[in-house]
């Protein structure tokens, strides 16, 4: 009896090339989409504003402990809505800024935790600037660099200030030939020859250039540190009131000279308007007040806040170097403007009178 075989069941070639011919139609249609997809995004990336994030100003503060004016620069720094500034401070080892020390949350844990003992005439000031630096620098945002003392108090608002700094692509660095008071030390000579000594004030504002040649900086700190120290008094100096000269009492005070004499040393005093954002009254030979005469800059008290005193800083629009027989009008965005943003020495309750009278930046 012959077995009867059942045909085999199979799909047609032909509907499996269907199938594979749908399968590539779809996965090219995903692809066409997606690229389409891509190019809208990429057109749109191209004609919206860029979402990139505003160069930063980090304001470097150098204290002895808390910053008493921390109430001051609280108030500027709320003017600042869209992240443009940074803040570190310098304060002697071991101080935090918690919420037992400082009553601003600007200032809060901004302290550098490798800070040093600062000894006022040594070459410490530098050091603790290039530390400030060197924290400063880790943000790449970070395009210029603003020093202050903790007796600093801004003249104008946070906006103002802003545009004032980053106006202009130069750091402004108060800075000229230093020819009378014998400062400079000739074991310095060959590396710094004399003619590069330079002197100015130390509260600078710096490009991230000129930071990182200071913090790279191998070659002219050394020196300093070994050469640029303080004098002891002498004995019979002691009992008596400091000498006007200045050079008998210090042969070299570092932090008025080691940023401009690095500068003048690589060729880059093109790139700085040489002259301080910070104002500070040296002035004061002729004053009846013992306590205010001599080279240490005036310290501003309760009775000196006055709202005249401020704009009086605010109108001054020209500095004469007479050593170099230079007069340096300031200007900003090309038109002429007031030479100072900052201004020193206030104590707390001076601050604090100007604060409330509303004479400070922070509300204009």
Not at 39 to 52: D, G, H
């Amino acid at each position: 009896m012959k077995r009867k075989v059942s045909p085999r069941k199979f799909h047609p070639k032909w509907k499996r090339r269907v199938f594979v011919l749908l399968l590539l139609g779809f996965c090219f249609a995903s692809l066409v989409l997606l690229e389409a997809q891509y190019c809208r995004i990429k057109m749109f990336a191209l004609l919206s504003p860029p979402s990139v994030r505003k160069p930063k100003i980090a304001f470097l503060f150098i204290a002895r402990n808390r910053l008493p004016l921390v109430m001051v620069w609280d108030a500027f720094f709320q003017g600042d809505k869209e992240n443009k500034f940074s803040i570190f401070v310098h304060s002697r080892p071991g101080f935090l800024f918690n919420k037992a020390t400082t009553r601003s949350a600007y200032f809060l844990n901004r302290q550098v935790n490798d800070s040093i003992q600062v000894d006022w005439g040594e070459a410490s000031m530098i050091l603790a600037e290039r530390i400030l630096l060197k924290h400063a620098l880790l943000d790449p945002f970070n395009k210029r660099f603003l020093f202050l003392s903790d007796s600093c108090i801004p003249l104008y608002n946070f906006s103002y200030t802003y545009d004032y700094i980053m106006s202009t692509p130069t750091s402004f660095v108060d800075s000229f030939a230093d020819t009378k008071e014998g400062r400079y030390n000739p074991k310095m000579h060959p590396v710094i020859p004399v003619r590069n000594w330079r002197k100015g004030s130390q509260w600078v504002v710096l490009t991230r250039k000129h930071a990182e040649i200071i913090v790279k900086d191998d070659t002219i700190f050394p020196l300093f540190q070994r050469h640029c120290k303080r004098k002891s008094l002498p004995e019979f100096w002691r009992d008596h009131p400091l000498p006007y000269d200045v050079s008998k009492e210090h042969n070299c005070i570092p932090d008025e000279h080691y940023v401009q004499t690095l500068l003048a040393q690589e060729g880059l005093e093109g790139e700085i308007t040489r002259r301080t954002l910070t104002h500070t009254s040296w002035d004061l030979s002729s004053s009846k007040d013992r306590e205010r005469r001599g080279w240490h800059p005036v310290t501003y008290k309760l009775a000196d806040a006055t709202t005249t005193l401020i704009q009086s800083i605010k109108d001054i629009d020209n500095i004469y170097y007479e050593t170099e027989y230079r007069r340096e009008w300031c200007t900003s965005k090309g038109k002429p403007s007031s030479c100072f943003l900052f201004a020193r020495k206030f104590t707390r309750p001076a601050a604090l009178r100007l604060l409330n009278m509303s004479a400070l930046g922070a509300f204009q």
